[in-house]
């Protein structure tokens, strides 16, 4: 497995803007697809953007699409989430998530099997 912390959550008024940074440890950390995942209050956990592990492919839900960019730093074991033009209804604890094995891409949270303790993420308007 993959341990991961996540940092960078925090409050910001609708417009702004937050970059989450998840650090990982592990020998296989530049060999996992990694996620980023929120759970808002009363909904379930959605995965809102993924990456390989090589970068070429990315993956966006339609909610953050064109907002939020994935990235990956695998000399630095690191994955970024930018956020930028945020909205109250991305308020959420976000998570990092990776996945150590196979499955489908991008998969959802099943499919991930190392993940964040997360971070709060609060859009006021």
């Known amino acids: 497995q993959v341990h991961l912390v996540e940092s960078g959550g925090g409050l910001v008024q609708a417009g702004g803007s937050l970059r989450l940074s998840c650090a990982a440890s592990?020998?296989?950390?530049?060999?996992?697809?990694m996620g980023w995942f929120r759970q808002a209050p009363g909904k379930e956990r959605e995965l809102i953007a993924a990456?390989?592990?090589?970068?070429?492919?990315?993956y966006y839900a339609d909610s953050v699409k064109g907002r939020f960019t994935i990235s990956r730093d695998n000399a630095e074991n690191t994955v970024y989430l930018q956020m930028n033009s945020l909205k109250p209804e991305d308020t959420a604890v976000y998570y990092c998530?990776?996945?150590?094995?196979?499955?489908?891409?991008?998969?959802?949270?099943?499919?991930?099997?190392?993940w964040g303790q997360g971070t709060q993420v609060t859009v006021s308007s």
């Open positions: 990456i390989t592990w090589s970068g070429s492919s990315t």
């Open positions: 998530a990776a996945k150590t094995v196979g499955g489908p891409w991008p998969g959802n949270d099943s499919d991930f099997d190392s």
């Open positions: 592990g020998r296989t950390f530049s060999r996992n697809t």
